[in-house]
């Protein structure tokens, strides 16, 4: 059984990101009760009531999961293993008193892994200004073991020794990609997979008329679409 105490923070640029990826958690985390997560943000409600009232009315019909833990208390009392927040709420955490249980105290020491999402919107000043702030969250949950910091994005580029330079530079942290060793790559590309010449673009005007004719529009659509594109 995993004690109290964050083990992974997954940090993003806007709430409507953190958001979204609650509901993909709790679609994992379903049948993992063990594992805790919960989400840390403006918007969190401070008492259990209050906040389990806002999720009934935001999410209706979805059953409220065990491991979720929905208020600011409650995170406080027993810090949750992954815990969601943006950079902004994160630097009020940091200097909050009352969140003190999220870095030290029950639970500390447990801290492995920093998740940057959208790491392309960090350049400039922003960029600075995270890369400090993620200094002093290291200071502050290192406790003799490092952290493992792990960036996602679609569009920071693909050239590796660019693209661990700045993860380098944003974490204060070893990023490296040897050509001559799989074993020392630190950068995860996507393969792409180019679709049928003819799975994109509009629909003929024959194609919209069979569909508008058809007793279940959407389901004609399906059909005729596949047809045309021969992609299901």
Do not use: C
């Amino acid at each position: 059984h995993l004690g109290a105490g964050v083990r992974a923070l997954l940090l993003y640029p806007m709430n409507a990101l953190a958001n979204d990826q609650m509901k993909r958690l709790r679609r994992v985390l379903a049948n993992v009760p063990e594992i805790t997560f919960g989400r840390y943000i403006g918007d969190t409600r401070e008492k259990h009531e209050e906040a389990e009232s806002t999720f009934a009315r935001l999410n209706p019909g979805e059953a409220l999961l065990p491991n979720e833990l929905l208020s600011r208390d409650e995170m406080r009392q027993s810090p949750p293993h992954l815990l969601l927040t943006n950079y902004a709420m994160l630097e009020y955490l940091l200097l909050r008193p009352a969140d003190i249980e999220l870095f030290e105290g029950h639970g500390a020491g447990n801290w492995r892994h920093v998740v940057l999402d959208e790491a392309h919107v960090y350049d400039g000043a922003k960029g600075a200004e995270i890369a400090m702030l993620l200094r002093r969250l290291t200071d502050r949950v290192n406790a003799g073991r490092p952290l493992q910091y792990i960036a996602t994005s679609a569009t920071v580029g693909s050239e590796p020794t660019q693209v661990t330079e700045f993860a380098s530079r944003l974490f204060n942290a070893p990023f490296e990609y040897r050509t001559d060793n799989p074993q020392r790559q630190d950068l995860v590309t996507a393969t792409r997979e180019l679709a049928p010449p003819t799975a994109w673009g509009p629909l003929s005007a024959d194609v919209w008329r069979n569909v508008l004719a058809a007793p279940d529009p959407a389901s004609a659509f399906q059909d005729q679409a596949t047809e045309a594109t021969g992609v299901p």
